[in-house]
């Protein structure tokens, strides 16, 4: 693809898309893909609401923020307060974040026990779709009631892949989940693509695995692909995104690829 000044150019400007970057692996580049996606989208002027519904609050710390941000995503899960209200500004000029918290594990046994909970996260952002370009949804590494309330409100799914032995392991059970959300509760939703992560082109074993991945999963795989890189598994020690602790490296170039294959496919 060629190079252009805008890293999104290709996007239009109306309402909101909604991604859920999701993978029950956990380690597979989710929280990094999600955090670094909203970051470059931002970047690109667009209005970006990353939300964070994993437990581990890895983005919302990743982003700058504390896992003792209050109020949180798990107040808007539980009824008690105003999506808008627990919506904080990032350090980054367009991206906000709805943060999680540690309790929000709470949400995995009290949602299924609320009839109609899957759409509480779908109900609480339509509102919100004329105020971002982009909403983002960094998924817990499980096929739960958190990633299910994040499909429904969703879109897309973007699911990071790792180019590792056993990268497709799982993948059927993902596909099937989203098939099943499809049908039963968010017709809209579909598949933007598999993301390749933590790459290492030195070794055969990636490259058999990328060939394997593209092989099965013919046209659904983004060209990007994200190199293992040092740069961006130091980044959230720093609190930012790999754009903004190094925006030469090779992890945030290729994030910017990313994010304008996503912005094109939309
Ligand atoms: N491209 C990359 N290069 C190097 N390290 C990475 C890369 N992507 C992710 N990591 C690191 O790998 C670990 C798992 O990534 P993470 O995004 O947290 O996965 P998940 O959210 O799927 O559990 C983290 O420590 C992260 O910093
Ligand atoms: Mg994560």
Redesign the pocket.
Known sequence: MEETPNPVSGATPERATIFAVA?Q?????????AVNLAACVAEAGYATLLVDIDPQA?ATVGLGLTKQEDPNVYDVLSGDVEIKAAIKASAIPNLSVLPSTPELAGANVELPRVAGSETILHDALEPLRDEYRFIIF?CP?SLGPLTVNAMVAADRVIV?VQTEYFALEGLADLLDTVGLIQRELNPRLSIAGLVL??HDGRTRLAEDVEAEVRKHFPGLIFDAV?????R??EA?SFGVPVIHHDPHCA?SGAYFELAKEVALRG
């Open positions: 993978n692996k956990g380690g597979v580049g989710k929280t990094t893909t890895n960094d590494p990071p992560t933590m994200i190199p293992r890189n040092v961006v598994a959230p992890g």
